[in-house]
């Protein structure tokens, strides 16, 4: 357990003895004296850059700074000081080593070979304060804090630190046995030696005959610290003969002026030439480490603290900035049940302590957050051990012992393993507990969630996989399926519940991944980037199967369709199970892939047996669920990789692998960052900073992300294509109008039209050259969202136009038409008009997926009579589906001089859901389509404005060309879901005919339930703009 750096009460002076430790150990033992006690702490940092450490020596040679060797010139190389941790990271290598410091000789002699006592001299760029509080000790009152100028060594046996009895001196003035400081000698610049000026001070080094650097032996900027066993100067001594020997300086010295040093420095080396190798220092009998050994709670993220006997060369150890695995040291979470190696990073406690380092894993431990059988418990253990032939100090002696520490892992952010898309959406949750919850659409998924099942059906919140046919009737099915046994794989609670984590909490990605989430937004497959194909493919440590190669991944859901050889994970189809479960050891350590892959093509001659069906179980006639929720292309065969092989030859061909699920960017406003999620996992994979960051959209050829802020009035496009060289970099920030909120790409990626809310204005930016080519006004009072419709060419009225809706916040719904305007133009570029209806209090607008009559969906109050267009009474929650209704058919070619106007397109309200007839059950908030039975696998069509190449797969764009010559909907929604903020719940309702029944989620309650969810803000499928 580490020591706080705590400081003496006001006016107390620190009690230092001439022999500070024998004096320290007298009182209160050996742990109390000396930073053994604990690890890691630093003082305050200092505040005057110039209160630094310039060099410690011990008169044969140069300890501190650590050095290597840099050629400056070709062959020519020269020691070069170490003095932060940016230059050990930049310089140190297993190439360029650091440097070993100058041992002590075995025998009591000076550096001129004269007899006399040994010492230390740290020298420093300012006065060192010996009187002020800063300059501690032990005061016998207590335990030492972690600052206390020592010299240590260590028993070889045990590795226990012995503090060496020693003499302080600073400016030549040390405490005499009373604990008052004293001048006890000074330098005669005549002669040149030093001047001693009490009897006591007879041996100190240079005061018998002059010794070269004398001068700074009694500088107001330097320590030194005499060999003094015996309290006795003029018995000349040498330093304990030892393997190790350590000057330990701590952070918290500070200078007359009073700052603080701020960073600990270590001056590590031998006497007699005889180094061992290094060794884990112990602690009456422990490691000295953090966690210490058998600590229980430990915090899922903590950073592992190890101090050696001797200084580390580093890349012994482990690597700085890209996390590896050693063989010097080993970190296993669940050692004796599931063992999941972490690969880590390494860096000393500062670039002048290269006895203590800082261990990071590359992902924080899984905590005691699961239920369980009663030896759950062993699944929190985390065993480290440290040491051996590979591990070696400055002098390139190995380390002769392995020692190993374990703890257990407390709570923490559990883990989460959460159905992908298509079979799922996302909810933002606000509250005290802001974050993310995902709306499983699959319902028979092996996700985290309770293990507890009924038989002959699953009781309200049990887990349903247990009733996926191919878990209890088809045995042919690899990797084999079986029943949960913790939360960990417990699974789905069926279609229409929130997933749950490990927790069985709802609300996922929470602190402190996410501080809020203020928007949504899919991006590329995941797999793209992760999987577990051999290296030095996609497993770099710890896995790689060998018939997960990209290049065998050719077998597309779809027959009639043609795919790249190592496309992506396909959008239109999910895996089996959805999700697969969580397992352990991982497939793969680095990086971390820790689901296991979906069923095996091998197996495909067994059908699929979960096939559509009766989603829900029926308590009434006691009989399980049967299927999966309708609305989907139908049942899929097993595409997961091969399983078992060992050579590529026997592998198949085939279409799914890990790592499931997409790129998910949240719109972190609190923290003023966009942080790129891993969907299935809810796990960060990176963080962008965008100050003021508001809204987002993503391109429909999953290539660029633009982010709205309303702080800086700006657009900010963020690279997401993660075969781009410039992968998560910003490409560009687009100064627009004032108060940016809502932004949109149009489907065929020509535009991104953004809503300036504060001076009503639209901004036109072009998504080839990304920059704005005009800015109209809205005709609307404070647009703050928008919906924009796939131009209108091979479907619909073919007006070969898109058209984006305006949403204002005083209710009106402004249409924008798009170009080309001018001569022989057939669109005015421009916003058109205002439609004649109002609707109230508006909150949101989405795209309708369905139909492709260019319309949308609006949430509001005040539902709108479809007869008469009025709106009825503030207070009351209702959705509005808007068309264009007639217009006459293809381009219609603009009159000269004409001003822009709605000419003959016709709209009207085709449909209002109300909360006072029942059909939704408050007000919404904001609207999500399912995306069951979508059709990305197809390529995406591309106009003459169109900026680039359409995305071959996966693409957003809303039509496909499914059957030859015709455009058809890319996704075929059956259900709409609305997020319901002050009634806690997401309604469903079925979109199919002319109206939109409340669908009841929930079997077991009496009445038309919906999905529970507190604190609802907003939802997002893929498709969302």
């Known amino acids: ?309 001797e200084s580390i060369q580093p890349w012994t150890l482990g690597t700085f900035v890209e996390p590896s695995i050693s063989p010097s040291l080993t970190i296993t979470q669940a050692p004796n049940v599931a063992p999941v190696p972490h690969a880590y990073t390494v860096m000393p406690n500062s670039a002048y302590d290269l006895t203590e380092w800082a261990i990071t894993p590359d992902r924080t431990f899984d905590g005691l957050n699961a239920e369980g059988p009663p030896n759950f418990l062993e699944l929190a253990e985390v065993k480290v051990e440290v040491g051996g032939a590979t591990l070696g100090d400055l002098v390139g002696e190995p380390s002769a012992d392995r020692i190993e520490f374990s703890f257990l892992v407390g709570r923490g952010p559990a883990m989460v393993n959460a159905p992908v898309v298509p079979e799922s959406l996302l909810i933002s949750r606000a509250g005290t507990r802001p974050g993310l919850s995902v709306i499983d659409l699959n319902g028979f998924g092996q996700s985290t969630g309770s293990p507890t099942y009924s038989q002959p059906y699953p009781l309200a919140g049990q887990t349903r996989f247990p009733f996926d046919p191919n878990v209890t009737q088809n045995p042919t099915v690899r990797p084999v399926l079986s029943p949960g046994s913790t939360t960990l794989d417990g699974g789905s609670a069926g279609v229409f519940t929130l997933t749950r984590d490990a927790n069985l909490n709802t609300v996922l990605a929470g602190a402190p991944i996410l501080a809020d989430a203020a928007d949504l937004q899919f991006g590329a497959s995941l797999d793209t980037v992760f999987d577990n194909s051999p290296p030095p493919f996609g497993c770099q440590a710890g896995g790689g199967n060998v018939c997960a190669l990209s290049g065998l991944k050719t077998v597309g859901q779809n027959p009639d369709l043609t795919l790249a050889p190592g496309f992506p994970n396909l959008v239109s189809f999910a895996p089996h199970p959805n999700p697969p479960p969580l397992m352990f050891p991982a497939m793969c350590w680095q990086p971390s892939i820790v689901g296991r892959e979906p069923s095996s093509i091998d197996f495909s001659g067994s059908t699929n047996l979960l096939d559509t069906g009766n989603p829900f179980p029926d308590p009434v006639a006691a009989t399980p669920p049967t299927g999966l929720l309708d609305g989907r292309r139908g049942a899929q065969p097993f595409y997961g990789p091969s399983f078992g092989q060992q050579a590529v030859q026997d592998c198949q061909s085939y279409g799914v692998r890990q790592q499931i699920g997409q790129f998910l960017y949240v719109a972190d406003r609190i923290r003023g960052e966009v942080v790129a999620l891993n969907s299935n996992r809810m796990l960060s994979i990176d963080r962008l900073p965008v100050a003021g960051v508001t809204s987002m959209a993503l391109g429909p050829n999953l290539d660029v992300l633009a982010v709205t802020s309303q702080d800086t009035d700006t657009v900010t496009i963020i690279d997401v294509d993660p075969n781009s060289a410039t992968f998560h970099t910003i490409l560009a920030v687009v100064s627009v109008g004032d108060g940016p909120r809502g932004i949109a790409f149009d489907p065929l990626d020509e535009d991104i039209l953004v809503c300036n809310e504060v001076d009503s204005t639209i901004s036109v930016i072009s998504a080839l050259t990304l920059t704005v080519r005009k800015t109209v006004p809205s005709q609307v009072d404070a647009p703050f969202e928008l919906a924009v419709t796939p131009r209108m060419q091979g479907f619909g009225l073919e007006r070969g136009v898109y058209f984006a809706y305006v949403l204002g916040r005083n209710g009106e719904l402004a249409v924008f038409e798009s170009g080309p305007d001018g001569p022989g133009g057939f669109g005015y570029d421009s916003v058109i008009g205002v439609l004649p209806w109002v609707f109230q209090a508006p909150r949101a607008i989405v795209l309708d997926p369905l139909n492709l009559d260019a319309s949308v969906f609006v949430a509001y109050e005040g539902p709108v009579d479809p007869a008469t267009g009025a709106s009825g009474a503030l207070g009351v929650g209702a959705i509005s589906r808007v068309r264009l209704e007639s217009a006459d058919f293809g381009t219609q070619l603009l009159q000269a001089g004409s001003s822009p106007s709605l000419r003959d397109l016709q709209f009207g309200v085709a449909l209002t859901l109300s909360e006072a007839s029942g059909e939704i059950s408050g007000i919404p908030s904001s609207l999500a389509f399912d995306e069951l039975r979508n059709f990305a696998d197809y390529p995406a069509p591309a106009s003459l404005f169109t900026s680039g190449g359409a995305a071959p797969v996966n693409g957003k764009c809303a039509v496909r060309e499914v059957n030859p010559g015709t455009l058809s909907p890319t996704n075929q929604p059956k259900f709409l879901f609305a997020a319901i903020p002050d009634a806690h719940v997401v309604d469903v309702m079925q979109v199919t005919g002319q109206s939109a029944p409340l669908l009841d989620v929930n079997v077991y309650d009496a009445g038309v339930q919906s999905i529970p969810a507190p604190n609802v803000r907003f939802l997002t499928g893929y498709f969302s703009q």
């Open 1 to 309: 357990m580490s020591l706080s750096n705590t400081q003496p009460s006001p006016g107390a002076r620190p009690f230092v003895s001439p022999l500070f430790a024998a004096s320290c150990i007298g009182l209160l033992g050996l742990a109390a004296c000396s930073d053994s006690g604990g690890t890691g702490d630093q003082a305050p940092p200092s505040e005057d850059p110039e209160f630094t450490l310039e060099s410690v020596s011990n008169g044969f040679g140069q300890q501190l700074p650590h050095r290597v060797l840099v050629e400056t010139t070709p062959g020519n190389p020269v020691p070069v000081p170490l003095r932060t941790l940016e230059d050990v990271v930049a310089l140190v290598s297993s190439q360029s080593p650091v440097l070993p410091p100058e041992a002590f000789p075995a025998d009591a002699v000076l550096p001129d070979g004269r007899a006399g006592n040994q010492f230390f001299l740290a020298k420093f760029t300012d006065a060192v304060d010996p009187a002020s509080d800063c300059f501690n000790a032990c005061t016998g009152t207590g335990p030492c804090d972690l600052d206390t100028l020592e010299v240590v060594t260590f028993d070889p046996s045990s590795h226990e630190p012995v503090v060496v009895p020693a003499r302080v001196f600073v400016g030549g003035s040390t405490w005499n046995a009373n604990g008052d400081l004293e001048q006890w000698v000074e330098l005669d610049p005549a002669t040149g030696r030093i001047t001693t000026l009490t009897d006591e001070a007879h041996g100190f080094p240079g005061s018998e005959a002059p010794l070269f650097g004398a001068a700074d032996f009694v500088a107001p900027s330097s320590i030194m610290v005499v060999m003094d066993a015996d309290g006795d100067l003029s018995t000349l001594e040498a330093f304990p003969n030892a393997e190790s020997l350590q000057l330990r300086i701590p952070a918290s010295l500070c200078s007359t002026t009073q700052q603080f040093l701020g960073t600990t420095a270590v001056a590590a080396t031998s006497v007699g030439g005889n180094p061992a190798g290094p060794s884990v220092v112990t602690r009456m009998g422990d490691p000295a480490t953090e966690p210490s050994d058998g600590m229980q709670n430990v915090d899922p993220s903590k950073v592992l603290r190890i101090r050696f006997t």
